[in-house]
């Protein structure tokens, strides 16, 4: 700015102070213009400077301990700090394979957690394999090469169900570079091994992990059947019971004609994409049924015979046309997981706060601009979608649920003292607001 200044009295030195005023106030305009169109973004995993939509200079990237991770400047590439990691990475040196601590190891240039963060919105369990009951382990190996770009995507550990796949996809389409892995002033490439558990039921303790090839394994993500993820699990805490199976269970029916006609106790029915403009109130003869697929239909209502499933733990609804839901939809007590996102609501259907043993809560899609009070009595909830409503704020007892993991909160015009108070509030879980 001094020289600035030189310069300008040096063009106009005999011209009238209320020029040198005009002129001088254009140059301050020059500098300070660019502070303007630049964005702070700052949450529990990343804080930097987002300029005409790219990330510019220095960023810090935070774990998933809230601890500095990677200083990294992206305009230059420069590596201001890195976290010290002292166990083992896999790299491939001299023909083989071989584990070794690194002072300069593999990283996402925005961090892991974003990684982490990436996949989690990405991966979605793959409707074929949620319509027959498959659930369980994923593990899929990749490698960074010397230039530090992700490649040779390989499925070690599959379920059927095109699980592996998806995950597959959804590595591939991660397009953040990583920094490469150094030892000896020389640049290599590593391999890593990422488990993803696609659970239908309960997640439990494992014994041990199955063996697996000499690879770096990164922390265990979790996807519901609803798609989104419910948890990010460290290896050796979390492991579905479920054997590894491409075997779909016997009774899973595609008709309720057929289901009522069979003798078998009916447990799953899946009447995804046939276009139903109604439900037959006969559903409330399958006393049994635990898990109801009807998405992408187009239902306008459902029966309240749906009330008679004393037993449904699983009830999925996107992409029909419901405004609002049945009154007896409140006896469902054993209801545990519910999608109704991509609907004409347009208002919280309240009957779902009765179903007190709700786990996860898909609205999302909606058209809702107001969440009630009795939102507070879903004490179980552990994964609430609200993306792409009309909310601007969350009731007081939306806050005093204590057991949350999860909150989409993407494309709503929440005010910004709610967004601080959710951030203050939920500091400990995933909350996916930008």
Known sequence: MILTDCFINFLIQEESSTLKTIIHISALCM?????????????????????????YLVWDYFDYQKELELKINHTTGKIYFLKEDTTNFTIYRDGK?????????????????????????????PATARRVGIDGDIFVMFEIDT???????????????ECGEEVVRALREVETPWLP??????????????????????????????????????RRILITALGVSREEISPGKGYLSSELTNQAPINTFH???????????????????YQLKELSPDIGLLENLQFL??????????????????????????????????????????????GLAANRFTEFPKQICACTQLEVLDIGDNQISEIPACI???????????QNNHLKSLPDEFYALKKMQQIFLKGNPLEK???????????????VME
């Open 376 to 386: 507070g009595e879903l004490k179980k909830l552990k994964v609430i979608g609200l």
């Open 97 to 125: 394979w071989i584990e070794a601590p690194l002072k300069v190891y593999p990283i996402p240039v925005e961090g892991y957690q974003n990684f982490y963060n990436s996949m989690k919105r990405n991966i979605r369990y």
């Open 181 to 218: 892995a150094h030892m000896d002033k020389r640049k290599y490439r590593s391999r890593f091994i990422l488990p993803v558990t696609f659970a239908l039921g309960e997640v439990l303790m494992p014994k041990e992990y199955p063996d697996l090839p000499a690879a770096r394994q990164l």
């Open 293 to 338: 697929d009807l998405e992408r239909n187009e239902l306008s209502g459902m029966p309240n015979e749906i009330g008679k499933l004393a037993k449904l733990e699983e009830l999925y609804l996107p992409e029909n046309e419901l405004k609002n839901l049945p009154s007896d939809i409140t006896l469902l007590k054993s209801l545990r997981i519910l």
């Open 417 to 431: 003292e709610i967004v601080e108070k959710i951030r203050s509030t939920f500091r400990r879980i995933e909350l």
């Open 147 to 161: 230039a530090g770009v992700p490649s040779y995507y390989l499925i070690i550990r599959d379920i059927g169900g």
């Open 255 to 273: 008709s309720i004609e057929e289901a009522i006609a069979s003798r078998k106790k009916v447990q799953r029915l899946v009447l995804t994409g």
């Open 31 to 55: 500098f300070v213009a660019p502070l303007y169109a630049q964005e702070l973004i700052s949450n529990d995993y990343e804080k930097g400077y987002v300029k005409d939509g790219k990330k």
